[in-house]
């Protein structure tokens, strides 16, 4: 089972930026379908982008897209999501994921396409 490790949360004013990194414990991780999700408190999970096997293809929820980017370093097995100009409503905890079943240009913002998921990192926006 591939192991994820979130880094990059923290506190961030209003306006301000965070690159969220996300670190497997293996290769295979490179080839996956790779997204990341969010969950507020005593809201449902939401999906914020993802990113194909291949790194050709990327999409991004509505919340996010066009303040953030998200991309892949398969030689160092990690995944990245850059956020630009946050809101407070942006505050959550963030996930990384995996889909072990979806290789190439397999891409999807579903959530059962997920298998395997980092512990989380918290992301909060001062207003």
């Known amino acids: 089972q591939v192991q994820l490790v979130e880094s990059g949360g923290g506190l961030v004013q209003a306006g301000g930026s965070l690159r969220l990194s996300c670190t497997a414990s293996?290769?295979?991780?490179?080839?996956?379908?790779l997204g990341w999700f969010r969950q507020a408190p005593g809201k449902e999970r939401e999906f914020v982008a993802a990113?194909?096997?291949?790194?050709?293809?990327?999409v991004y929820g509505e919340s996010v897209k066009g303040r953030s980017t998200v991309s892949r370093d398969n030689a160092k097995n990690t995944l990245y999501l850059q956020m630009n100009s946050l809101k407070p409503e942006d505050t959550a905890v963030y996930y990384c994921?995996?889909?072990?079943?979806?290789?190439?240009?397999?891409?999807?913002?579903?959530?059962?396409?997920?298998?395997?998921w980092g512990q989380g990192t918290q992301v909060t926006v001062s207003s």
């Open positions: 994921a995996g889909g072990s079943r979806f290789y190439g240009s397999a891409l999807s913002g579903i959530r059962s396409w997920y298998d395997y």
């Open positions: 293996e290769r295979t991780f490179s080839n996956n379908l």
């Open positions: 990113i194909s096997g291949s790194g050709v293809y990327t």
